[in-house]
């Protein structure tokens, strides 16, 4: 079974400062996508950003990257120029072509002004 | 935010109640899902649905019960509950049930089983 782990459940960041979330995940499957989630404290998730396995080059979504080192099996998230308002919970996710999802525990980012 | 609604957002019920949980999306997809969130724990895919048709149990039990009578909307029925099944409830939706795809979650329905 896939399973995905996060191994800070807290962090903080000075706002203006760059922050990295970490997530290590296992599988045997070779296709597959990663995706990091925001959930906000109003608690409904969103979207932060998504990865192709069999794409080498990292993504990126203005502010938030990934490094993504598909050997090692980690897909960290790199945060530039925190804001408050991306105080959230983040959840670090894997689903493989035979449709099984795995969702981390989640780290809790908190931006200090 | 409006694109999935849930309702109630919260729900105090009994073991021995029978309650249901209503989702809808407002996207025009064709895949719905029920997570399970629990503190400190990774979130819980529990059912999927595609074009209606239920393709994903992850082994929950049969207190809980999904109906998806089309693809707009998606119900879980709750039966004889334990104090264990308190959690956020997620609904989520996505274009077509492809691994690639962006799920779009719905606010949660916060329940506790006394």
């Known amino acids: 079974a896939q399973t995905v782990t996060q191994s800070q459940p807290e962090m903080s960041v000075q706002e203006a400062e760059t922050v990295t979330l970490s997530c290590t995940y296992d599988t045997s499957e070779s296709d597959y996508y990663l995706f990091w989630y925001k959930q906000p404290p109003s608690r409904q998730m969103i979207l932060v950003i998504r990865q192709e396995a069999y794409k080498q080059q990292n993504a990126t979504e203005n502010r938030f990257s990934v490094n993504f080192q598909k050997a090692a099996k980690s897909f960290s998230l790199k945060i530039s120029d925190s804001q408050l308002g991306d105080a959230a919970m983040y959840f670090c996710?894997?689903?493989?072509?035979?449709?099984?999802?795995?969702f981390g525990a989640g780290t809790r980012l908190t931006v200090k002004p | 935010e409006t694109g999935v609604t849930q309702t109630p957002r919260h729900l105090v019920m009994g073991m021995t109640n029978k309650k249901s949980l209503k989702c809808e999306q407002h996207?025009?997809?064709?895949?719905m899902y029920w997570y399970k969130q629990s503190a400190k724990k990774p979130l819980e895919l529990m059912f999927v649905y595609n074009f209606k048709e239920q393709t994903e149990n992850n082994s929950v039990p049969s207190r809980f019960s999904p109906e998806c009578p089309n693809s707009s909307h998606l119900f879980l029925h709750l039966h004889t509950l334990q104090p264990e099944d308190s959690a956020l409830y997620l609904c989520a939706s996505s274009q077509s049930g492809g691994y690639q795809e962006t799920q779009y979650f719905g606010p949660g329905t916060r329940l506790l089983v006394l």
């Open positions: 996710a894997h689903w493989s072509n035979n449709n099984d999802m795995r």
């Open positions: 996207l025009g997809h064709n895949a």
